[in-house]
C-alpha cells in the first residue's frame, strides 16, 4: 500500500457509525465506516443501558435518543501531529419505535423495535473530514421476555437486523455514514427489578456481510452493557459500565490485494447514569469514559507496522421515551 493509500485509507477510517438499541450510534462514524477492521461498531457502546429484560405495558413506544462522543484515535496506527493526538467526534440523533401488543409465545411476552438513526462526525489533521447523513436502519422484529415467577428477574433474547439503506456513496461505499453490508445482531438481557432496583446485564454481537462493493468482510463484535441503578420517588441513577470488542478477525478481498486492516480492538468504559419520570415522558441521560482502548492486527505499511487505530474518549446519551397509544 502506498503512502497516498494510507492517508486516503485513514480518511475513512476517522470517524466512527452508530445502535442504535438503539440506535445504532458510536464513536465518530468513519471509523464505522472505517473497513480497516471496522473499528466502530453499528451499535455504539452502552445503547441498551435505558431498556431493561422486561416488556413495558401494552402499547406502541416512541423514544428519541441524542448522542454524542469525543475522544482520540490511538492506536499503532493513528495518525499523529507534533502537536498532538488526532481528534474524532460525532453527533448522532435516532428516533424509534417499541411495538409492546402483549402477545406471549412459549410463555415469553413479545416486543418489536425499529430505529432510524441520523449522523454527524468529523476528524481534525491529518485526516480532516467530515460527514453527515442517515444511517443505516435498526430493526428487532422479535424479542422474548420471560418473567420468572415472583423472583424479579426478567430474561429476554432476540434478533437485529442492520439494513443498508444509510447515506452510501463513494467507490468502497464508504464515504458517507451508511454502511453497505447488512449485520445480524443477536441480543441476550437479564433484568432484576424489584424495591426500586434495577440491575441489568445486556449482551448482544455484530456479525457483518460482505461489502457489497469492494468484498471486504468486517469481523464479529461482542458487547456487553451493564446498569445498577436505584429509583427514588421519580429520581434514578446509579453506576454503568460497558464492553466491546472485535472477536473475530477480518477477511479481506482482492479490492485491496488481500490487506487486512485491524483483527482485533477492546473498548472498556465506566460511567453513571440519571433518570426523571415526569409521568408521561422519562428522560434518562448517562456517560461513559473509555479506561482503555486497544487496536491491533492490521497489515504494515510505510510509515506503520501495524496500521490498527482506535477511538478513546467519552461518550453521552440522553433518552427521552413516551407512550404514544395505549392497547
Request: charged share 10%; no cysteine; glycine share 12%.
Amino acid at each position: 500500500m502506498t503512502f497516498a493509500q494510507y492517508w486516503t485509507s485513514l480518511r475513512r477510517a476517522a470517524g466512527y457509525s452508530a445502535l442504535a438499541a438503539a440506535a445504532s450510534l458510536s464513536w465518530g462514524h468513519e471509523a464505522a465506516a472505517f473497513e480497516r477492521g471496522y473499528p466502530g461498531w453499528l451499535l455504539p457502546p452502552g445503547v441498551f443501558m435505558a431498556t431493561t429484560a422486561a416488556v413495558p405495558p401494552n402499547g406502541l413506544y416512541s423514544f428519541n435518543i441524542a448522542f454524542g462522543a469525543y475522544g482520540d484515535l490511538v492506536g499503532p496506527g493513528a495518525p499523529h501531529l507534533p502537536s498532538g493526538p488526532t481528534h474524532a467526534q460525532t453527533a448522532t440523533w435516532a428516533t424509534g419505535l417499541l411495538f409492546s401488543p402483549g402477545w406471549t409465545f412459549l410463555g415469553a411476552k413479545y416486543e418489536a423495535i425499529v430505529v432510524q438513526p441520523f449522523n454527524m462526525s468529523s476528524t481534525t489533521a491529518p485526516v480532516n473530514s467530515s460527514q453527515a447523513g442517515m444511517h443505516n436502519t435498526v430493526v428487532f422484529p422479535a424479542l422474548l421476555s420471560w418473567k420468572l415467577a415472583d423472583s424479579g428477574f426478567y430474561v429476554q433474547a432476540g434478533l437485529g437486523v442492520g439494513i443498508p439503506d444509510g447515506t452510501i456513496s463513494g467507490k468502497t461505499g464508504l464515504s458517507s455514514v451508511g454502511n453497505p453490508w447488512w449485520t445480524l445482531m443477536p441480543k441476550f438481557s437479564i433484568s432484576y427489578l424489584k424495591d426500586g432496583w434495577n440491575l441489568s446485564t445486556h449482551i448482544y454481537g455484530e456479525f457483518n456481510t460482505e461489502n457489497t462493493y469492494t468484498g471486504y468482510q468486517s469481523g464479529n463484535l461482542l458487547h456487553v452493557d451493564l446498569v445498577a441503578t436505584k429509583a427514588v420517588g421519580k429520581w434514578t441513577f446509579g453506576p454503568v459500565a460497558s464492553y466491546v470488542g472485535q472477536l473475530t478477525g477480518d477477511v479481506s478481498s482482492p479490492f485491496y490485494n488481500n490487506a487486512i486492516f485491524m483483527k482485533r480492538f477492546n473498548v472498556w468504559s465506566v460511567g453513571a447514569m440519571v433518570g426523571y419520570d415526569f409521568g408521561p415522558v422519562k428522560l434518562t441521560m448517562w456517560g461513559l469514559s473509555d479506561l482503555q482502548s486497544s487496536a491491533s492486527g492490521g497489515s504494515p505499511t510505510q510509515i506503520a507496522a501495524d496500521s490498527a487505530a482506535i477511538g478513546q474518549g467519552f461518550r453521552i446519551y440522553a433518552n427521552l421515551n413516551f407512550r404514544l397509544m395505549a392497547f
